[in-house]
Protein backbone atom coordinates (compact mmCIF):
# COMPACT_ATOMS: atom_id res chain seq x y z
CA UNK A 1 0.00 0.00 0.00
CA UNK A 2 1.39 3.59 -0.86
CA UNK A 3 2.68 5.24 2.73
CA UNK A 4 1.14 8.67 1.44
CA UNK A 5 -2.39 6.87 1.23
CA UNK A 6 -4.72 7.42 3.96
CA UNK A 7 -5.42 4.16 5.77
CA UNK A 8 -9.32 4.83 6.19
CA UNK A 9 -11.59 6.06 3.38
CA UNK A 10 -15.29 6.51 3.74
CA UNK A 11 -16.88 5.24 0.42
CA UNK A 12 -20.99 4.56 -0.69
CA UNK A 13 -21.47 0.53 -1.71
CA UNK A 14 -22.81 0.33 -5.34
CA UNK A 15 -22.25 -3.59 -5.56
CA UNK A 16 -21.26 -6.82 -4.52
CA UNK A 17 -18.97 -9.62 -6.08
CA UNK A 18 -18.90 -13.25 -6.27
CA UNK A 19 -17.11 -13.72 -2.68
CA UNK A 20 -19.99 -11.59 -0.92
CA UNK A 21 -17.31 -8.44 -0.91
CA UNK A 22 -19.00 -4.99 -1.24
CA UNK A 23 -18.11 -3.22 -4.49
CA UNK A 24 -16.94 0.70 -4.07
CA UNK A 25 -14.40 3.41 -5.93
CA UNK A 26 -11.88 5.50 -4.85
CA UNK A 27 -10.13 8.11 -6.72
CA UNK A 28 -11.20 6.55 -9.95
CA UNK A 29 -10.61 2.65 -8.61
CA UNK A 30 -12.08 -0.81 -7.79
CA UNK A 31 -12.56 -1.29 -4.17
CA UNK A 32 -13.89 -4.65 -2.78
CA UNK A 33 -14.56 -4.21 0.89
CA UNK A 34 -15.04 -7.25 3.22
CA UNK A 35 -18.35 -6.38 5.55
CA UNK A 36 -19.78 -4.15 3.12
CA UNK A 37 -23.26 -4.51 1.57
CA UNK A 38 -24.96 -2.77 -1.38
CA UNK A 39 -26.22 0.96 -0.69
CA UNK A 40 -24.00 1.80 2.84
CA UNK A 41 -21.94 4.48 3.95
CA UNK A 42 -19.14 2.94 5.58
CA UNK A 43 -15.47 3.58 6.65
CA UNK A 44 -13.05 0.54 5.29
CA UNK A 45 -9.83 -0.40 6.35
CA UNK A 46 -7.41 -0.71 3.29
CA UNK A 47 -5.37 -3.30 3.40
CA UNK A 48 -3.73 -3.88 0.20
CA UNK A 49 -3.70 -2.60 -3.33
CA UNK A 50 -3.31 -4.79 -6.51
CA UNK A 51 -3.32 -3.96 -10.15
CA UNK A 52 -5.26 -1.03 -10.11
CA UNK A 53 -7.55 -2.60 -7.81
CA UNK A 54 -7.89 -1.90 -3.82
CA UNK A 55 -9.12 -3.93 -0.91
CA UNK A 56 -10.13 -3.04 2.59
CA UNK A 57 -12.58 -3.75 5.17
CA UNK A 58 -15.48 -2.18 6.56
CA UNK A 59 -14.42 -1.00 10.34
CA UNK A 60 -17.88 0.78 10.92
CA UNK A 61 -20.50 0.99 8.96
CA UNK A 62 -21.91 4.96 9.07
CA UNK A 63 -25.87 4.40 6.86
CA UNK A 64 -26.46 0.69 7.28
CA UNK A 65 -28.78 -1.43 4.81
CA UNK A 66 -31.43 -2.20 5.90
CA UNK A 67 -30.65 -6.33 5.38
CA UNK A 68 -27.29 -5.78 7.80
CA UNK A 69 -27.39 -7.89 10.51
CA UNK A 70 -25.01 -8.15 13.33
CA UNK A 71 -21.74 -10.30 13.00
CA UNK A 72 -22.70 -12.79 15.89
CA UNK A 73 -18.57 -13.32 16.29
CA UNK A 74 -16.65 -10.53 17.79
CA UNK A 75 -13.45 -11.53 15.87
CA UNK A 76 -15.54 -10.82 12.05
CA UNK A 77 -13.90 -9.24 9.60
CA UNK A 78 -10.77 -9.01 11.00
CA UNK A 79 -10.29 -13.36 11.23
CA UNK A 80 -9.95 -14.62 7.74
CA UNK A 81 -11.94 -17.56 8.58
CA UNK A 82 -15.37 -16.43 7.65
CA UNK A 83 -16.40 -14.02 4.41
CA UNK A 84 -19.82 -13.38 5.27
CA UNK A 85 -21.68 -12.41 8.81
CA UNK A 86 -23.65 -8.82 7.88
CA UNK A 87 -26.33 -11.21 6.41
CA UNK A 88 -28.58 -13.33 8.21
CA UNK A 89 -28.79 -17.44 6.79
CA UNK A 90 -31.84 -16.71 4.43
CA UNK A 91 -30.65 -13.54 2.82
CA UNK A 92 -27.18 -15.34 2.79
CA UNK A 93 -28.31 -17.96 1.15
CA UNK A 94 -30.31 -15.96 -1.56
CA UNK A 95 -27.24 -14.25 -2.34
CA UNK A 96 -25.69 -17.25 -3.46
CA UNK A 97 -28.64 -18.54 -5.47
CA UNK A 98 -28.74 -14.83 -7.07
CA UNK A 99 -25.02 -15.30 -7.57
CA UNK A 100 -25.40 -18.82 -9.51
CA UNK A 101 -28.36 -18.09 -11.34
CA UNK A 102 -26.80 -14.53 -12.86
CA UNK A 103 -23.76 -17.04 -13.72
CA UNK A 104 -26.52 -19.44 -15.66
CA UNK A 105 -27.77 -16.52 -16.99
CA UNK A 106 -24.60 -15.18 -18.21
CA UNK A 107 -23.83 -18.50 -19.87
CA UNK A 108 -26.89 -18.41 -21.38
CA UNK A 109 -28.30 -21.50 -19.85
CA UNK A 110 -31.55 -22.11 -17.88
CA UNK A 111 -32.99 -23.91 -15.07
CA UNK A 112 -36.13 -25.31 -15.78
CA UNK A 113 -37.07 -26.23 -12.35
CA UNK A 114 -35.03 -24.08 -9.46
CA UNK A 115 -35.31 -25.81 -5.57
CA UNK A 116 -34.83 -23.71 -2.67
CA UNK A 117 -31.43 -23.03 -0.96
CA UNK A 118 -30.93 -26.04 1.23
CA UNK A 119 -29.97 -25.08 4.61
CA UNK A 120 -28.17 -26.98 7.32
CA UNK A 121 -26.58 -25.58 10.52
CA UNK A 122 -25.43 -21.99 10.50
CA UNK A 123 -22.96 -22.64 12.93
CA UNK A 124 -20.53 -24.86 14.66
CA UNK A 125 -20.76 -27.25 11.42
CA UNK A 126 -17.11 -27.02 9.92
CA UNK A 127 -15.33 -30.27 10.49
CA UNK A 128 -12.29 -29.48 8.97
CA UNK A 129 -9.67 -26.39 9.32
CA UNK A 130 -6.35 -25.47 8.40
CA UNK A 131 -5.11 -23.11 11.71
CA UNK A 132 -2.18 -21.22 11.13
CA UNK A 133 0.59 -21.14 14.22
CA UNK A 134 2.85 -18.02 15.09
CA UNK A 135 4.41 -16.96 17.81
CA UNK A 136 4.05 -13.39 19.07
CA UNK A 137 7.13 -12.58 21.76
CA UNK A 138 6.94 -15.95 24.02
CA UNK A 139 2.94 -16.39 23.35
CA UNK A 140 1.78 -18.69 20.19
CA UNK A 141 -1.58 -18.14 18.38
CA UNK A 142 -3.50 -20.85 16.89
CA UNK A 143 -6.02 -19.67 14.06
CA UNK A 144 -7.38 -18.89 10.78
CA UNK A 145 -5.15 -16.61 8.96
CA UNK A 146 -6.75 -13.12 8.84
CA UNK A 147 -8.23 -11.16 6.14
CA UNK A 148 -5.75 -10.51 3.24
CA UNK A 149 -2.96 -11.09 5.33
CA UNK A 150 -0.52 -13.73 7.26
CA UNK A 151 -0.85 -13.27 10.41
CA UNK A 152 -3.12 -15.61 12.53
CA UNK A 153 -6.17 -14.30 14.42
CA UNK A 154 -6.36 -13.99 18.01
CA UNK A 155 -8.97 -16.52 19.01
CA UNK A 156 -9.96 -18.68 21.54
CA UNK A 157 -12.69 -20.54 20.42
CA UNK A 158 -15.18 -20.24 16.57
CA UNK A 159 -18.30 -20.52 15.95
CA UNK A 160 -18.08 -22.24 12.56
CA UNK A 161 -16.16 -24.82 13.63
CA UNK A 162 -17.64 -27.98 15.63
CA UNK A 163 -17.09 -27.55 19.07
CA UNK A 164 -14.92 -30.38 19.59
CA UNK A 165 -12.29 -29.00 17.13
CA UNK A 166 -12.80 -25.48 18.62
CA UNK A 167 -12.45 -26.24 22.30
CA UNK A 168 -9.05 -27.46 21.35
CA UNK A 169 -7.96 -24.24 20.21
CA UNK A 170 -6.66 -23.12 23.66
CA UNK A 171 -4.84 -26.28 24.78
CA UNK A 172 -2.90 -26.21 21.24
CA UNK A 173 -1.08 -22.89 22.41
CA UNK A 174 -0.57 -24.40 25.62
CA UNK A 175 1.05 -27.67 23.72
CA UNK A 176 2.81 -25.54 21.15
CA UNK A 177 4.38 -23.14 24.04
CA UNK A 178 5.92 -26.30 25.48
CA UNK A 179 7.84 -27.60 21.87
CA UNK A 180 11.41 -27.15 21.46
CA UNK A 181 9.99 -26.90 17.73
CA UNK A 182 7.29 -23.85 18.81
CA UNK A 183 8.82 -21.50 16.06
CA UNK A 184 8.76 -23.40 13.31
CA UNK A 185 5.18 -25.11 13.57
CA UNK A 186 3.59 -22.98 10.89
CA UNK A 187 0.15 -25.27 10.65
CA UNK A 188 -2.07 -27.25 12.31
CA UNK A 189 -5.09 -28.96 10.40
CA UNK A 190 -7.83 -30.29 12.27
CA UNK A 191 -10.25 -32.94 11.12
CA UNK A 192 -13.68 -34.51 13.04
CA UNK A 193 -15.29 -37.86 12.29
CA UNK A 194 -18.34 -37.96 14.04
CA UNK A 195 -16.61 -39.85 17.38
CA UNK A 196 -13.17 -38.84 17.21
CA UNK A 197 -10.86 -36.11 15.94
CA UNK A 198 -7.17 -36.16 14.26
CA UNK A 199 -4.56 -33.42 14.05
CA UNK A 200 -1.81 -33.27 11.57
CA UNK A 201 0.94 -30.87 12.91
CA UNK A 202 3.30 -29.61 10.46
CA UNK A 203 7.23 -29.05 11.75
CA UNK A 204 9.79 -27.67 10.26
CA UNK A 205 12.79 -28.87 12.34
CA UNK A 206 12.57 -32.15 14.14
CA UNK A 207 10.86 -32.68 17.05
CA UNK A 208 12.84 -34.05 20.50
CA UNK A 209 11.98 -36.56 22.42
CA UNK A 210 10.28 -34.23 24.61
CA UNK A 211 8.05 -33.08 21.84
CA UNK A 212 7.47 -36.04 20.77
CA UNK A 213 6.32 -37.29 24.28
CA UNK A 214 4.54 -33.39 24.91
CA UNK A 215 2.31 -35.00 21.92
CA UNK A 216 1.55 -38.41 22.67
CA UNK A 217 0.60 -36.97 26.35
CA UNK A 218 -1.94 -34.62 24.73
CA UNK A 219 -3.51 -36.98 22.32
CA UNK A 220 -4.26 -39.17 25.56
CA UNK A 221 -5.28 -36.62 27.80
CA UNK A 222 -7.91 -34.63 24.98
CA UNK A 223 -8.99 -38.25 22.55
CA UNK A 224 -7.38 -37.57 19.79
CA UNK A 225 -5.14 -39.26 16.96
CA UNK A 226 -2.12 -36.87 16.49
CA UNK A 227 -0.05 -37.09 13.21
CA UNK A 228 3.25 -35.26 12.37
CA UNK A 229 4.27 -33.80 9.00
CA UNK A 230 7.87 -32.98 8.58
CA UNK A 231 7.44 -32.70 4.61
CA UNK A 232 4.66 -32.69 1.96
CA UNK A 233 1.69 -34.31 3.04
CA UNK A 234 1.94 -37.42 2.41
CA UNK A 235 5.10 -37.24 5.41
CA UNK A 236 1.98 -37.24 7.48
CA UNK A 237 2.87 -39.82 10.26
CA UNK A 238 0.35 -41.22 13.00
CA UNK A 239 2.63 -40.61 16.09
CA UNK A 240 -0.31 -41.01 18.59
CA UNK A 241 -4.23 -41.50 19.22
CA UNK A 242 -6.60 -44.17 18.82
CA UNK A 243 -6.31 -46.55 15.99
CA UNK A 244 -8.82 -49.26 17.07
CA UNK A 245 -11.25 -50.26 14.09
CA UNK A 246 -14.05 -48.58 15.66
CA UNK A 247 -12.48 -45.34 17.19
CA UNK A 248 -11.00 -44.49 13.59
CA UNK A 249 -11.98 -41.31 11.74
CA UNK A 250 -15.24 -41.57 9.88
CA UNK A 251 -18.69 -40.47 9.65
CA UNK A 252 -21.82 -42.79 8.80
CA UNK A 253 -24.67 -42.26 6.55
CA UNK A 254 -27.43 -43.80 8.56
CA UNK A 255 -29.92 -43.32 5.90
CA UNK A 256 -28.11 -45.92 3.94
CA UNK A 257 -26.52 -47.81 6.61
CA UNK A 258 -23.12 -46.93 5.86
CA UNK A 259 -19.86 -45.89 7.81
CA UNK A 260 -17.33 -44.06 5.89
CA UNK A 261 -13.59 -43.74 6.99
CA UNK A 262 -11.02 -41.22 6.22
CA UNK A 263 -7.46 -40.20 6.69
CA UNK A 264 -7.13 -36.74 7.63
CA UNK A 265 -5.75 -35.36 4.50
CA UNK A 266 -8.09 -37.29 2.04
CA UNK A 267 -11.04 -34.90 0.56
CA UNK A 268 -14.08 -34.95 2.53
CA UNK A 269 -17.61 -32.73 2.97
CA UNK A 270 -16.74 -30.26 5.29
CA UNK A 271 -20.47 -30.06 6.45
CA UNK A 272 -20.92 -33.75 7.48
CA UNK A 273 -24.77 -32.72 8.62
CA UNK A 274 -25.71 -31.52 5.16
CA UNK A 275 -23.77 -33.68 3.37
CA UNK A 276 -26.50 -36.40 4.53
CA UNK A 277 -29.16 -34.54 2.81
CA UNK A 278 -26.53 -33.63 -0.46
CA UNK A 279 -26.63 -37.62 -0.76
CA UNK A 280 -29.30 -38.63 -0.17
CA UNK A 281 -30.64 -36.01 -2.90
CA UNK A 282 -27.69 -37.40 -5.18
CA UNK A 283 -28.99 -40.71 -5.31
CA UNK A 284 -32.89 -39.32 -5.89
CA UNK A 285 -31.83 -37.48 -8.91
CA UNK A 286 -29.93 -40.22 -10.49
CA UNK A 287 -33.11 -42.36 -10.16
CA UNK A 288 -33.55 -45.91 -9.84
CA UNK A 289 -30.26 -48.40 -11.22
CA UNK A 290 -30.11 -48.56 -15.19
CA UNK A 291 -26.77 -50.48 -16.11
CA UNK A 292 -23.43 -49.02 -14.84
CA UNK A 293 -23.32 -45.95 -12.81
CA UNK A 294 -19.84 -43.86 -12.73
CA UNK A 295 -19.24 -41.26 -9.48
CA UNK A 296 -16.22 -38.98 -10.99
CA UNK A 297 -14.29 -37.33 -8.60
CA UNK A 298 -15.12 -40.20 -5.90
CA UNK A 299 -13.05 -39.37 -3.27
CA UNK A 300 -13.40 -41.73 -0.22
CA UNK A 301 -16.96 -43.51 -2.13
CA UNK A 302 -19.08 -40.37 -0.24
CA UNK A 303 -21.45 -41.08 -3.27
CA UNK A 304 -20.44 -44.44 -4.58
CA UNK A 305 -21.37 -46.48 -1.52
CA UNK A 306 -25.03 -44.78 -1.34
CA UNK A 307 -25.67 -45.78 -4.67
CA UNK A 308 -24.43 -49.06 -4.10
CA UNK A 309 -26.30 -49.47 -1.10
CA UNK A 310 -29.64 -48.48 -3.02
CA UNK A 311 -28.48 -51.69 -5.74
CA UNK A 312 -26.37 -49.58 -8.66
CA UNK A 313 -23.31 -50.93 -9.60
CA UNK A 314 -20.77 -48.03 -9.70
CA UNK A 315 -17.66 -46.98 -11.23
CA UNK A 316 -15.69 -44.52 -8.95
CA UNK A 317 -12.99 -42.73 -10.26
CA UNK A 318 -10.46 -39.98 -8.63
CA UNK A 319 -7.36 -38.96 -8.99
CA UNK A 320 -5.77 -39.10 -5.09
CA UNK A 321 -4.51 -42.51 -4.27
CA UNK A 322 -5.39 -42.24 -1.24
CA UNK A 323 -8.94 -41.54 -1.43
CA UNK A 324 -9.47 -44.74 -3.77
CA UNK A 325 -7.41 -47.16 -1.14
CA UNK A 326 -9.91 -45.58 1.07
CA UNK A 327 -12.88 -45.83 -0.85
CA UNK A 328 -11.99 -49.91 -1.43
CA UNK A 329 -12.05 -50.75 2.04
CA UNK A 330 -14.95 -48.59 2.74
CA UNK A 331 -16.64 -50.90 0.27
CA UNK A 332 -15.53 -54.04 1.74
CA UNK A 333 -16.12 -52.46 5.61
CA UNK A 334 -19.70 -52.01 4.06
CA UNK A 335 -20.21 -54.88 2.61
CA UNK A 336 -20.69 -53.64 -0.90
CA UNK A 337 -17.31 -54.58 -3.01
CA UNK A 338 -19.07 -56.77 -5.20
CA UNK A 339 -21.32 -53.55 -6.66
CA UNK A 340 -18.31 -51.38 -6.64
CA UNK A 341 -15.06 -50.95 -8.17
CA UNK A 342 -12.77 -48.25 -7.77
CA UNK A 343 -10.03 -46.83 -10.28
CA UNK A 344 -7.04 -43.92 -9.57
CA UNK A 345 -7.63 -41.76 -12.70
CA UNK A 346 -6.45 -38.17 -14.04
CA UNK A 347 -9.79 -37.07 -14.96
CA UNK A 348 -8.18 -33.49 -16.37
CA UNK A 349 -8.14 -36.58 -18.77
CA UNK A 350 -10.71 -38.64 -21.24
CA UNK A 351 -11.16 -41.92 -18.75
CA UNK A 352 -11.18 -44.71 -20.52
CA UNK A 353 -14.98 -45.73 -20.07
CA UNK A 354 -17.54 -48.11 -21.04
CA UNK A 355 -19.60 -47.59 -24.12
CA UNK A 356 -22.66 -46.27 -21.93
CA UNK A 357 -23.08 -45.35 -18.43
CA UNK A 358 -26.57 -45.07 -16.84
CA UNK A 359 -26.10 -42.20 -14.57
CA UNK A 360 -23.18 -40.49 -13.80
CA UNK A 361 -22.48 -38.26 -10.61
CA UNK A 362 -19.99 -35.65 -10.85
CA UNK A 363 -18.16 -33.63 -8.26
CA UNK A 364 -14.91 -32.06 -9.43
CA UNK A 365 -12.56 -30.04 -7.99
CA UNK A 366 -13.09 -26.04 -8.42
CA UNK A 367 -11.73 -26.37 -11.53
CA UNK A 368 -14.67 -27.99 -12.79
CA UNK A 369 -14.79 -30.45 -15.69
CA UNK A 370 -12.56 -30.73 -18.63
CA UNK A 371 -13.48 -30.08 -21.94
CA UNK A 372 -12.40 -33.78 -22.91
CA UNK A 373 -13.98 -35.23 -19.90
CA UNK A 374 -17.97 -33.52 -20.65
CA UNK A 375 -17.89 -35.05 -24.27
CA UNK A 376 -16.45 -38.46 -23.56
CA UNK A 377 -19.25 -38.23 -20.88
CA UNK A 378 -22.23 -36.73 -22.99
CA UNK A 379 -21.99 -39.78 -26.06
CA UNK A 380 -22.28 -42.18 -23.02
CA UNK A 381 -24.81 -41.05 -20.53
CA UNK A 382 -28.25 -38.99 -20.76
CA UNK A 383 -28.63 -38.63 -16.87
CA UNK A 384 -25.82 -36.42 -15.55
CA UNK A 385 -25.69 -34.86 -11.54
CA UNK A 386 -23.13 -32.52 -10.72
CA UNK A 387 -22.15 -31.22 -7.58
CA UNK A 388 -19.93 -28.40 -7.67
CA UNK A 389 -18.10 -26.13 -4.93
CA UNK A 390 -17.48 -23.61 -8.09
CA UNK A 391 -20.03 -21.28 -9.59
CA UNK A 392 -18.38 -20.17 -12.70
CA UNK A 393 -16.96 -23.19 -13.49
CA UNK A 394 -20.38 -24.98 -13.00
CA UNK A 395 -22.08 -22.46 -15.79
CA UNK A 396 -19.13 -22.91 -18.12
CA UNK A 397 -20.02 -26.58 -18.03
CA UNK A 398 -23.24 -26.18 -18.72
CA UNK A 399 -23.33 -24.19 -21.54
CA UNK A 400 -20.57 -26.92 -22.86
CA UNK A 401 -23.44 -29.76 -21.59
CA UNK A 402 -26.16 -27.36 -22.87
CA UNK A 403 -24.34 -27.44 -26.35
CA UNK A 404 -24.17 -31.60 -26.37
CA UNK A 405 -28.03 -31.54 -25.94
CA UNK A 406 -28.63 -31.77 -22.17
CA UNK A 407 -31.04 -29.89 -20.21
CA UNK A 408 -30.61 -28.59 -17.28
CA UNK A 409 -33.49 -29.89 -15.17
CA UNK A 410 -33.09 -29.40 -11.80
CA UNK A 411 -30.56 -27.42 -9.63
CA UNK A 412 -30.36 -25.86 -5.77
CA UNK A 413 -28.02 -24.27 -3.92
CA UNK A 414 -26.46 -26.16 -0.54
CA UNK A 415 -25.69 -24.25 2.11
CA UNK A 416 -22.39 -26.18 2.74
CA UNK A 417 -20.18 -23.49 3.89
CA UNK A 418 -22.17 -20.96 5.91
CA UNK A 419 -20.64 -17.46 6.09
CA UNK A 420 -17.82 -18.47 3.67
CA UNK A 421 -18.15 -17.31 -0.28
CA UNK A 422 -17.98 -21.15 -1.20
CA UNK A 423 -21.33 -21.81 -3.20
CA UNK A 424 -22.45 -25.44 -3.28
CA UNK A 425 -24.50 -26.34 -6.30
CA UNK A 426 -26.51 -29.72 -6.96
CA UNK A 427 -27.89 -29.45 -10.73
CA UNK A 428 -29.49 -32.19 -13.04
CA UNK A 429 -28.79 -32.61 -16.53
CA UNK A 430 -30.73 -34.77 -19.06
CA UNK A 431 -31.37 -35.59 -22.53
C1 LIG B 1 -14.96 -31.90 -4.41
S1 LIG B 1 -14.01 -33.33 -4.09
C2 LIG B 1 -15.25 -34.58 -4.19
C3 LIG B 1 -15.01 -35.85 -3.40
C4 LIG B 1 -16.22 -36.75 -3.14
N1 LIG B 1 -17.16 -36.78 -4.23
C5 LIG B 1 -16.93 -36.38 -1.86
O1 LIG B 1 -18.11 -36.01 -1.89
O2 LIG B 1 -16.31 -36.51 -0.77
C6 LIG B 1 -13.10 -33.45 -5.54
C7 LIG B 1 -12.24 -34.68 -5.65
O3 LIG B 1 -11.57 -34.62 -6.91
C8 LIG B 1 -10.28 -35.18 -6.77
N2 LIG B 1 -9.47 -34.65 -7.90
C9 LIG B 1 -8.89 -33.44 -8.01
N3 LIG B 1 -8.28 -33.32 -9.20
C10 LIG B 1 -8.47 -34.49 -9.87
C11 LIG B 1 -8.08 -34.99 -11.15
N4 LIG B 1 -7.36 -34.25 -12.00
N5 LIG B 1 -8.46 -36.22 -11.50
C12 LIG B 1 -9.20 -36.98 -10.65
N6 LIG B 1 -9.59 -36.57 -9.43
C13 LIG B 1 -9.23 -35.35 -9.04
C14 LIG B 1 -9.85 -34.75 -5.38
O4 LIG B 1 -8.85 -35.62 -4.89
C15 LIG B 1 -11.15 -34.83 -4.60
O5 LIG B 1 -11.30 -36.09 -3.97
Redesign the pocket.
Known amino acids: MARRLPQFVELRITGVDGDGRGLGEIEGRPIRVKNALPGEWVRVRLLRRQRGEWWGEADAVLEASPARHPAPCPRFPRCGGCAVQQLEGAAERLAKQARLLELLAASGVEVRKLRPPVAGPSYHYRTKARLGVRLVGDAPLVGFREHLSNRVARMDDCLVLTPRLGGLIEPLKVLVKGLSVRDAVPQIELAAGDAECALVLRHLRPLSAGDVAALRQFARRFGVALLTQAGGPQTATLLAGPVARKRRLGYAIPAFGLYLNFHPS????VNLAL?QRLVADVVQALGPPNGLTA??????G??ALPLARRGHRVLG????PG?IERAKGNAALNGLSGRCQFFV????KAPALPARLGAVVV???R?GLSPALVEALSGRTDRLAY?S?NPVTFAGDARHLADLGFQLTEAAVYDLFPHTAHIETLGLFER
Open positions: DFTQNDLFCGINFLEGDCADLRDPPSVC
